[in-house]
């Protein structure tokens, strides 16, 4: 209307009137595709993070003692004390986040379910553990084993998924606890995970050993599971140290949001022989500290 009344009263206006609205359709129509893309990002995080049925985060650091049964085992502790039925799978021959839900070497493991996917479902291994609504498929020294037992396996970085395919439904959250190596058993969970938890120990010589673990990770995202996230959780900080703060810095300086906002301070409470810090000393610090950690997963940070 507009255009045709100018045309009418002026054609030059109307031949710049023009040209400025095929400009302004342009810029509309760039950032419209521009936004469009961001639309989409936001709201494939939006769906990944809060209205998710189920989360599969895999516990992963090749280093031992940096923290990853007791994040496995606790993290799962304080999904479940917010309602959700949690798994914890130990693909660890150490089997100690089997020991810590109460249950130990069993007949049949993970090992079997791996190895032997037909004669052993999954479900058939799942047993309660000593924590309300955590279930545990448990762990067995087997599994030092199994790079070995599935040498000439062809996809054998499919099995953990292909074995949770059946139980997934019953679960809003399966941990899996690693063992401290970067074989098969790690490439599988990065495989099956929505989320690479990598626990990181705030002390001197943190970094090393760092960026073999995320090498991993990226490895896993490019050849068997484009949707893995990454995130980073730092552990056992003790506040009194100015070195442990200093790694905290330069750790949030170079990996930004890929840094859980959650840290795990360090707490003689974690040091425990059976069960999860929230039934232990359930009013803990150390307790807090994975009741928070649960909350930034589910997805409304603290
Ligand atoms: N935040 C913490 N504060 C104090 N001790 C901790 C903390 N987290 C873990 N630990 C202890 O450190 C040791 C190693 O932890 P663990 O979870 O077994 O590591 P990983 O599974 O990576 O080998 C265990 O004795 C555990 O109780
Ligand atoms: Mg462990």
Excluded: W
């Excluded at 400025?20 to 936001?42: A, D, P, T």
């Excluded at 989360?55 to 003692?65: C, F, L």
């Excluded at 790079?147 to 499919?158: D, T």
Aim: charged share 20%.
């Amino acid at each position: 209307m507009l255009v045709a009344e100018y045309s009418i009263l002026d054609p030059l206006s109307s031949i710049f009137y023009s040209l400025s609205s095929f400009v302004l359709l342009v810029f509309i129509r760039g950032s419209k595709i521009k936004n469009h893309g961001i639309m989409e990002k936001v709201a494939i995080n939006a769906a990944e993070v809060n209205n998710r049925k189920f989360m599969i985060i895999s516990v992963i650091n090749q280093k031992g003692g940096v923290g990853k049964t007791t994040t496995a085992v606790n993290l799962g502790a304080a999904l479940a004390e917010k309602g959700q039925r949690v798994l914890i799978v130990d693909l660890d021959a150490q089997h100690n986040a089997s020991s810590l839900c109460g249950t130990r070497e069993t007949t049949a493991s993970m090992f079997d379910v791996l190895v032997d996917p037909e004669e052993q479902p999954l479900e058939g291994i799942v047993r309660p553990s000593l924590i309300d609504n955590v279930d545990l498929a448990p762990g067995h020294r087997a599994l030092a084993g199994l790079e070995s037992a599935l040498l000439n396996v062809v996809g054998r970085e499919m099995l953990l998924r292909e074995a949770l395919d059946p139980v997934r439904e019953r679960y809003q959250a399966i941990l899996i606890d690693n063992g401290p190596t970067l074989g098969i058993g790690p490439a599988m969970s990065l495989c099956a995970a929505d989320m690479a938890l990598v626990p990181l120990q705030c002390e001197h010589l943190a970094l090393d050993g760092l960026a073999q673990v995320l090498q991993t990770i990226s490895t896993a995202q490019r050849r068997t599971n484009a949707q893995l996230q990454k995130r980073i959780l730092l552990t056992m900080l003790d506040r009194r140290i100015n070195s442990a703060k200093d790694i905290v810095t330069a750790v949030q300086g170079r990996f930004g949001r890929e840094v859980c906002q959650t840290i795990i301070s360090r707490s003689s409470k974690l040091d425990i022989g059976v069960g999860s810090v929230l039934q232990h000393a359930p009013t803990s610090n150390a307790a807090e500290d994975y009741r928070a950690l649960a909350q930034e997963m589910i997805g409304n940070p603290h």
